[in-house]
């Protein structure tokens, strides 16, 4: 049993097509539009904490950050690299 204070959200002013697209959502999914609005709210609320936690790497100054695509360039240079080095063992006959 959670000992958890509930509270209760109003919303004023919400036109009738979108409180009638939001009541056809809840029948399709088998919920009264009740749950399917808390659904809606614990989703939301689990987002933004989620989000709180990915800003706080930002900023980070430990080599993490990259463009979009440098994580694969540098995983080709480190193989190529890593290549080159096996290839000039293997010529020079010391062992892998």
Do not use: W
């Amino acid at each position: 049993m959670h000992n958890e204070c509930m509270v209760a959200l109003q919303i004023r002013d919400v036109p009738e097509d979108v409180r009638n697209a939001l009541a056809a959502e809840a029948r399709a999914r088998g919920q009264s539009l009740q749950a399917y609005l808390l659904e809606l709210v614990k989703t939301q609320a689990r987002r933004l904490r989620n989000g709180a936690i990915l800003d706080g790497f930002g900023g980070r100054s430990d080599g993490t950050r990259s463009l979009p695509g440098e994580s694969a360039a540098d995983l080709a240079d480190e193989r190529g690299q890593r290549e080159s080095e096996r290839s000039r063992r293997e010529s020079r006959g010391d062992a892998a």
